[in-house]
């Protein structure tokens, strides 16, 4: 196809092609504030979040928005059936061994009463339990068929080689509730992030948004919830209207999640977005 | 990734970039910002074997797009001259920010989804193939917007005629 600019044109756009850099004070400036956001996201992210339905005035946002607490429901249900079918983490977790370590590796909810029950006996030793999220996950992945596992004492000390320093500097004040707490640390860290970005999605924040599935990525590259990270990012591109990236994400994420629960969703997205 | 060099190689482009899609010279700074928090942001799905100053106009684009809806501003009002750069002499500087203004001024005439390929064409020197790929279009709408643009700006040229030196 014939794509050669007329030369009269061409001409007349010349002093386009040769504009020269912008005053330098001026960047300076820009550079300056930009460096300041950059450099506290929580800031922009953790305002008191409003509701998703602040401001639902563009056509597209509304559909956003309701893509967005649809996927807030599909964030518990796809976790919980990753629970289910994923990694299998409830044989490992019977009651002998610190139960709560097992279980938090797979577990996307808090798992409530019968981790805790097993660790409240063991107040007679040593503080044992204080063992430290890190520890937990470890722990866990580390004996994958572990039911008859050693006593819990030759456990401890195989697994948490700092056990001794650890108590010392926690002070053991609840030590029932402390391990139950711990286990749902990470995820508890994740869901924070995810939260994060999608609170800032439905304030059509698109940039903090993502910036959030970035934050999230860094830290949990394969967390347990990479995949409603993945989704969210596909939301906050089409957001930003980037639809060639949000298009090509949500391709890979059709390709990567077949059986996600969120498919339905960003496929719906997918086909809304404009060619 | 450094972003300090990211930006001071493609500050000026973006912000030439921003007027030429007609985004007034007095919102230039926060869309500048919001075009490299975005840059910021996106990074990682840069695909590095590409050229960087059409992906980044895309983004550059799109920030535009937000704020003509925000602002309700879909027809725009004449192009404001910038102020002239002092780092040529003052002479040439005037006559170049002139010259510029009064493209700017046809380049307003432009609807924007075409102005965009025509900027990236014709002022930036890119490959339409790469257009398309930046902007996320087909092949043969980049080449669509690339005809309609030049006969948009040759119908404003021929309306209010410029010459190429700057001198109207």
Same mark, same amino acid.
């Given at each position: 196809?014939?794509?050669?600019?007329d030369p009269?044109?061409?001409? !007349?756009?010349a002093?386009?092609?040769d504009?020269?850099?912008v005053?330098a004070?001026?960047l300076?400036? +820009?550079?300056?504030?930009?460096?300041?956001?950059? =450099?506290?996201p929580?800031?922009v992210?953790?305002?008191s979040?409003?509701p998703p339905s %602040?401001?639902?005035?563009?056509p =597209?946002?509304?559909?956003?928005?309701?893509l967005?607490?649809m996927?807030a429901?599909g !964030?518990? +249900?796809?976790?919980?059936?990753?629970?289910?079918l994923?990694?299998k983490?409830m044989?490992l977790?019977?009651?002998i061994?610190?139960?709560?370590?097992?279980?938090?590796?797979?577990?996307?909810?808090?798992?409530?009463?019968?981790?805790?029950a097993?660790l409240?006996?063991?107040?007679?030793s040593?503080p044992?339990?204080?063992?430290?999220?890190?520890?937990?996950?470890?722990?866990?992945?580390?004996?994958? %068929?572990?039911?008859?596992?050693?006593?819990a004492?030759?456990?401890?000390v195989a697994l948490a080689?700092?056990a001794?320093?650890?108590?010392t500097?926690?002070?053991?004040?609840?030590?029932a509730?402390?391990p139950?707490?711990?286990p749902?640390t !990470?995820l508890?860290?994740e869901?924070?992030l995810?939260?994060?970005?999608?609170?800032?999605? %439905?304030?059509?924040?698109?940039?903090?948004? !993502?910036?959030?599935?970035?934050?999230?990525?860094?830290?949990?590259?394969k967390?347990q919830l990479a995949e409603?990270?993945?989704?969210l990012?596909?939301?906050?591109?089409?957001?930003?209207?980037?639809?060639a990236?949000?298009?090509r994400?949500?391709?890979?994420?059709?390709?990567?999640?077949?059986?996600s629960m969120l498919?339905g969703?960003?496929?719906?997205l997918?086909?809304e977005l404009?060619? | 990734?450094? #972003?300090?060099?990211?930006?001071?190689?493609h500050?000026?482009?973006? #912000?030439?970039?921003?007027?030429?899609?007609?985004?007034p010279?007095h919102?230039?700074?926060?869309l500048?910002?919001?075009?490299?928090?975005?840059?910021?942001?996106?990074?990682e *799905?840069?695909?590095?074997?590409?050229? #960087?100053?059409?992906?980044v #106009?895309?983004?550059?684009?799109?920030?535009c797009?937000r704020?003509?809806?925000?602002?309700g501003?879909?027809r725009?009002?004449?192009? /404001?001259?910038?102020?002239?750069s002092? /780092?040529?002499?003052?002479h040439?500087?005037?006559?170049g920010a002139?010259?510029?203004a009064?493209?700017?001024?046809a380049l307003?005439n432009v609807?924007?989804?075409?102005?965009?390929?025509l900027?990236l064409k014709?002022?930036?020197?890119?490959?339409?193939?790469?257009?398309?790929?930046?902007?996320?279009?087909?092949?043969?709408?980049?080449y669509?917007?690339?005809?309609l643009?030049?006969? *948009?700006?040759?119908a404003?040229l021929?309306?209010k005629?410029?010459?190429a030196?700057?001198?109207?």
């Amino acid at each position: 196809m014939d794509d050669e600019l007329d030369p009269a044109l061409a001409a !007349l756009l010349a002093p386009e092609r040769d504009a020269p850099a912008v005053d330098a004070a001026r960047l300076e400036a +820009v550079r300056k504030n930009l460096e300041a956001a950059i =450099a506290a996201p929580t800031a922009v992210l953790d305002p008191s979040p409003q509701p998703p339905s %602040a401001a639902p005035s563009a056509p =597209a946002a509304s559909g956003l928005m309701r893509l967005t607490g649809m996927f807030a429901l599909g !964030l518990v +249900v796809g976790a919980a059936g990753y629970a289910t079918l994923g990694p299998k983490p409830m044989p490992l977790a019977p009651p002998i061994e610190p139960a709560p370590v097992v279980l938090s590796v797979r577990s996307p909810e808090p798992d409530p009463a019968p981790p805790v029950a097993p660790l409240a006996p063991p107040a007679t030793s040593s503080p044992a339990p204080s063992s430290a999220p890190a520890r937990a996950v470890v722990s866990a992945q580390a004996s994958p %068929a572990a039911s008859p596992a050693p006593p819990a004492a030759s456990s401890g000390v195989a697994l948490a080689p700092t056990a001794p320093t650890a108590p010392t500097v926690e002070p053991p004040a609840q030590p029932a509730l402390e391990p139950s707490a711990r286990p749902q640390t !990470l995820l508890d860290e994740e869901r924070g992030l995810l939260e994060r970005g999608r609170v800032a999605l %439905a304030r059509r924040d698109w940039v903090s948004s !993502l910036e959030a599935v970035r934050a999230h990525r860094q830290r949990f590259p394969k967390g347990q919830l990479a995949e409603e990270r993945d989704a969210l990012e596909v939301q906050g591109l089409a957001a930003g209207g980037h639809t060639a990236d949000a298009r090509r994400r949500g391709e890979a994420f059709l390709a990567a999640y077949p059986q996600s629960m969120l498919r339905g969703r960003i496929d719906a997205l997918l086909r809304e977005l404009p060619r | 990734m450094d #972003f300090r060099r990211i930006f001071d190689e493609h500050a000026s482009y973006v #912000f030439h970039s921003l007027a030429r899609l007609g985004v007034p010279n007095h919102h230039r700074d926060d869309l500048v910002q919001e075009v490299f928090m975005t840059v910021h942001a996106l990074f990682e *799905d840069y695909d590095q074997s590409r050229p #960087f100053r059409p992906w980044v #106009f895309a983004i550059a684009y799109r920030v535009c797009l937000r704020h003509r809806r925000k602002t309700g501003r879909n027809r725009e009002l004449l192009v /404001e001259s910038d102020a002239p750069s002092t /780092e040529a002499g003052p002479h040439e500087a005037l006559e170049g920010a002139e010259a510029r203004a009064r493209v700017r001024e046809a380049l307003a005439n432009v609807e924007v989804h075409r102005r965009a390929v025509l900027i990236l064409k014709d002022i930036d020197g890119q490959s339409i193939p790469e257009i398309a790929h930046a902007l996320g279009i087909p092949l043969n709408t980049a080449y669509s917007r690339l005809r309609l643009a030049r006969a *948009d700006l040759a119908a404003a040229l021929t309306a209010k005629p410029l010459t190429a030196g700057g001198a109207a």
